[in-house]
């Protein structure tokens, strides 16, 4: 026996809830064309996942249940699983609503509320502890659960197979980090062949402030081996035909919707597996996202890079095209009296190969009018990295200045090390609305420099980019390795302090230079004022700089 | 009978471990020495309260757990209830310990963890779960809970108070926001009265980040009648004999410690019933706490502002002089072609009454450096906003410029109406490190500097300052009301939006003009991406810009 399912991997905007609507609607036409049996959406698909404190506002509860209606109101027998936030009156609930025949038929609330990490689902919701119930659709019992249930061991999926679940029907809204979808895929075969039952897991996809969803929903067979899979990175209507080995359903805790019949369907299923990426590929597309959606659901066509000739601005540029487009990404240079030769010709090359907009405006005058104005102050003095931040933020203004008149938004270039260690000037290089590459180290964003060469078969990226040693120009023959030490030093104890909470000590134990150490952490905790005031931009680690890492800034742990 | 009690309302700086432990052990000596029975310190006394991610590193836990026991061995019989992390191999707790005769006798898990507001407690606490258990110090048998325990009605008051609890012990970190000391006032002598027991309330004092924790520590009797209160916003032991009424006590639940006599006692007991303040001088002394403990516990002695000669910046430093000294904050007053002589005047004359550090630099020169920069870029048009942006820019390089080279934290002086509505220059008026008064409204503003001028008994805020219309002075002839609505009209509305989470159409449904609230909402949503890149402030609402209220930036919600 086969039952036709799709899922519907949508990418919804956070709170939009008549668009959210519109697209729960014609994903269901479309499933309904292709007789499908049931079709399932994302986690809070009405909403948008995470929608955060909208879910405070007692008017926003109402309004997309009214759309929850709308959508039930507009269904036929092909039954439909929407992610919906439910209100009893007193709690609100993560929940799952069961749409058919013109009405919603039933409604789970989620029973285990992520609240770690990026998660803060139990600041909202109240889990849900209702007995469970069974789905009949078209006579095959479907069980259903929400994202964290089915990661937690003893979720409701025991206790649905027992009851006699024929398939599992999961709704999503996990985000990306690197290689999750296989850490998903991994999972939820286990999961279906401990249990014998298929499973049906469909995410969200798109970018939300610092998250994105690489969607790459899929389903597996009984035996956990793979039937079908959808893109990672856009939105998709999976449709495929599940094979059903009937168990024994206990009567009394199912509603039964759809026909009874096994529907007989003439044209084949449509069940590609999707191509899987990884690596350097799925961090890059991750990018690509996460800096489209932040741009277009906020409003914006256009971006502006200060082009540096350097590696950071080199990949935000080449994410930014493939974002959004050659013709509306803005390249500035804005060299000053400490610039190389090749900081402007690489830059220039650059914006060639990508065949973007390029203008190059000279900071000096800017930077010697301050040298002026403050000379009083500081007469006497020989103030240093005073006039390399100023520099730094004579590029800021000029950025922001053109971002304020021509409505681009400025993309932030710093790398996750510089932001770690506080190597960068607030106000200056870190302005902006998104930060393209703020949770890549350093090495890794040669690696994606390396990969996009690779991947168009060209020298888009001139080589010097890649090789020349990394300098912020800021002053005469400066490098970075004069102020930190080499990223194959730096890189591996911020992933052990940032990344995977080490403290200080831990390091050090584990062999690295006490004093190099030391020296290092403490940079990390004096920065994180620095760091609370930069723009968001795309979370690909398990850790990254925002909502992941609530440090404090007054902090007296060494 | 009685019971001698020491209520140790400490400044504990979260994170440093050592520091916090000598406080801990300074209070002791000094419970013991005035011949004390019981000493109570705040929530999590140890780390100080709230240490956020730090929780997440395993090291952090040892350590503070190491320093709990070091304070442990140090004690006598006096019984110390200390708020500390515990750690049972798997989870974590937030914890109180009793400690006696040198080492940790009974630790309780706090079972109620606030999950909301500025709270986080389920990202890392599991709550408790075992038995209660009395503490019998000299005979009394005491019960222990912590802050949201007794804020919750069936909290364990109830259970502990029908196992014979003689005397209630609350031990908190309770932050501040406006009538808060009222309200636990209220709260706590009506838990007494109705449960017929005397409650000890411990509450941390002191600013952490955005939080600033008023103290005002305060024991109940029976009645509720309020028998000692410590004062409001600083650091003090109070210590008081309480009257006790026997109960019958089952003894299996009781843990017995110190000496089973009633202590006679020669010298007077100390309990000072502090005055209680309220309303706008409240307000005030949370901004100065809260400033001086970011200030110094962040290793800044002196701050640098930006006098305009308005009402916000003229407040601030008056905040910023009570704070750290008049000695220790610089003015710097930045005129362009669009200041009005009073602007000058003004601030000079501030500067002058509150005998502080004031210096002038005219933005011209940068200002006109950019104009003739952008003009390639700009041929052709008049640009308006831009010009205004990029002068309040140039205020903002000057401030870091000389916050860069003498180490003075900017501090930054908008205030939450603008902060609201995004009537501000992001990278300009809104750089610096701390913003003092970013949670008051405009009209609060103006309130608290009449107060200024009404403690002191003299002008020192001009009149002018507070009578003149207000603007941002970066075109011609400018003035707010050209912008928003006057402050009379926008407040109540941005109160109902921001701090009461209701929507357009809600505040529309009360009676407000339609077109003018669809703006002003408006406003707001699309301000988020730059409230994000703000520095914190003190909280002094009940919903703040923060941790507080934590919306998408990304947000289709109209």
Redesign the interface.
Known sequence: MNLRLALAQLNP?????N?NLQQLKDAYAEAVQKNCSLIAFGELSVT?Y?????L?????II?QLAALNDFAASTSSCVAVVGVVDFDGQQLFNAAAVCSDGKVQHVYHKRNLP??SVF?E??YFSPGTEPLQLIGVNGVAVGISICEDIWVDDGPHIELVSAGAEILVSINGSPYHLDKDAERENLIANRASDLQVPICYVNQVG???ELVFDGGSFVVDRGGELVARAPLFEESLLITDVSIEPREVRAQRTIDLGSESDTEISDPPLTPVADSISGDSELYEALVLGTR??CH??GFSDVVIGLSGGIDSTLVACVAVDALGPDHVHGVAMPSRYSSDHSLTDAEALADNLGIDM?T???E??F???M???D???EG?Q?G??WE??QS??R???L???S??FGWMVLTTGNKSEAAVGYFT??GDS?G?YAVIKDLLKLKVYDLCRLVNQRSGKEVIPDNVITKPPSAELRPDQRDDQSLPPYEVLDPILSLYVEH???T??IIDEGHDPDMVSRITRLVDIAE?KR?????GVRVTRKAFG?D?????????R
Request: charged content about 25%; overall charge positive; aromatic content about 10%.
């Open positions: 905007t956070v709170g939009a809830i668009a948008g995470p929608p955060e404190d909208l405070l506002k007692p008017r926003f309004d609240n770690y803060d139990k600041r970018g939300q402030d959606d932040y659901k906020n203008r405006i000279s900071i005058p800017a010697a009018a301050y002026d104005m403050l009083p102050s500081f003095r103030p990295l005073t931040n100023v933020r004579c800021g203004q000029i922001m200045a053109l304020n008149e607030i106000y302005v609305g909470d080490r403290t000590t831990d004022y609370r005031q930069s723009p968001p909502k890492r609530r440090v404090p800034i007054t902090n007296g742990y």
